[in-house]
């Protein structure tokens, strides 16, 4: 099963900023395999990225996702407050798809 | 607007079962995939079944194959999960969602969820 780290474990920064959000896989996981979740606690998660870096229907550009092989990231270039969740990777190159277990973005 | 709506989740003692229950709208039910995830407490999204559009083909996780069982009524725009032999490792909330068309890993729609506590 292929394990996937996501870091920092908690990122703290204040609206307008960048964050970057890391994946990384423990085995090649390819060049389009790869999604990235949003979930805030209590609602649905929503899917953002899909292909490492095609965006699902209505999200922002402001979210962008590249990487391939093992080392993933996550971009949102100016954050709003409702960006403000935790973020899920998933790849689905292998079977059982398996999810990174979240990096929580919070407000500085 | 695509809607899923799970429900039956609550507290069953150890060994015991549950039927969790998804209700779909505002899409095609019958053409898509559809799969159940979970997330135990504190810890992250884990993959439990896949079931394709027409019901004849289901996955599972081998953590729960043998206990759970996948199935969908096409006429209902229901998705079902049904549950025996329950642990206390079962103790998460579970999702449903609508596999993407590009493909069907990808749950590009997701319920809220429901709670199944599994204790004595």
């Known amino acids: 099963e292929i394990v996937l780290t996501q870091s920092p474990g908690t990122l703290s920064l204040s609206p307008g900023e960048r964050a970057t959000l890391s994946c990384r896989a423990s085995?090649?996981?390819?060049?389009?395999?790869l999604a990235w979740y949003q979930h805030n606690p209590g609602q649905a998660p929503r899917l953002l990225i899909y292909?490492?870096?095609s965006r699902a229907t209505g999200i922002p550009d402001r979210f962008s996702g590249g990487g391939s092989e093992t080392d993933f990231t996550l971009t949102i270039s100016r954050l709003e407050p409702e960006d403000f969740a935790v973020y899920y990777c998933q790849q689905y190159a292998f079977s059982p798809i398996t999810f990174g277990q979240g990096t929580r973005l919070e407000t500085k | 607007e695509v809607q899923l709506v799970e429900s039956g989740g609550g507290l069953v003692q150890p060994g015991g079962s549950l039927r969790l229950s998804c209700a779909a709208s505002g899409f095609t039910f019958s053409s898509d995939w559809m799969l159940w995830v979970r997330q135990a407490p504190g810890k992250g999204l884990v993959w439990v079944s896949r079931i394709n559009s027409d019901g004849s083909s289901t996955t599972y996780a081998d953590s729960v194959k043998g206990r759970i069982t996948v199935s969908r009524d096409n006429t209902k725009n229901t998705l079902y999960l049904q549950m025996d032999t329950l642990r206390a490792e079962d103790t998460a909330m579970y999702y449903c969602g609508r596999g993407f068309s590009g493909n069907s890993f990808v749950l590009d729609h997701w319920g809220q969820g429901t709670l199944v506590t599994v204790s004595s």
């Open positions: 292909g490492v870096s």
């Open positions: 085995q090649n996981v390819g060049s389009s395999h």
